[in-house]
């Protein structure tokens, strides 16, 4: 079955939890992102942040870096995994995005 094409804003939704994943693997921004998850999302998100719907962003305000962590380990470990992660062009380049 064909791929269905994702809206315009299913791409910036997907784009926005993509970075987030990119934020979180690096150790010194997720604990800016514990720290000040809002902040954090504003600074590292851009105009991508306005697509982050309100529960998923409530989702990532909760999380401590531990939390944080364990995402980013799973974001690793799916990264090359056939069919268990997607390459996401984002206006910082690349970013992977693993899949549950």
């Known amino acids: 079955m064909?791929?269905?094409r994702e809206s315009g804003a299913a791409q910036a939704?997907?784009?926005?939890?993509?970075?987030?994943?990119?934020?979180?693997?690096?150790?010194v921004k997720r604990r800016a992102f514990a720290d000040d998850p809002?902040?954090?999302?504003?600074?590292?998100?851009?105009?991508?942040?306005?697509?982050?719907?309100p529960k998923v962003r409530a989702f990532f305000r909760e999380l401590?870096?531990?939390?944080l962590r364990v995402l980013a380990q799973l974001q690793q470990t799916m990264k090359g995994q056939a069919g268990l992660y997607e390459e996401v062009q984002?206006?910082?380049?690349?970013?992977?995005?693993g899949k549950l």
């Open 2 to 4: 064909p791929r269905r």
């Open 13 to 27: 939704r997907t784009r926005a939890v993509a970075l987030i994943a990119k934020v979180i693997s690096d150790p």
């Open 38 to 53: 809002d902040g954090t999302i504003e600074a590292e998100l851009g105009d991508d942040a306005k697509a982050l719907p």
């Open 64 to 67: 401590t870096y531990e939390e």
């Open 90 to 97: 984002t206006f910082r380049g690349t970013a992977t995005l």
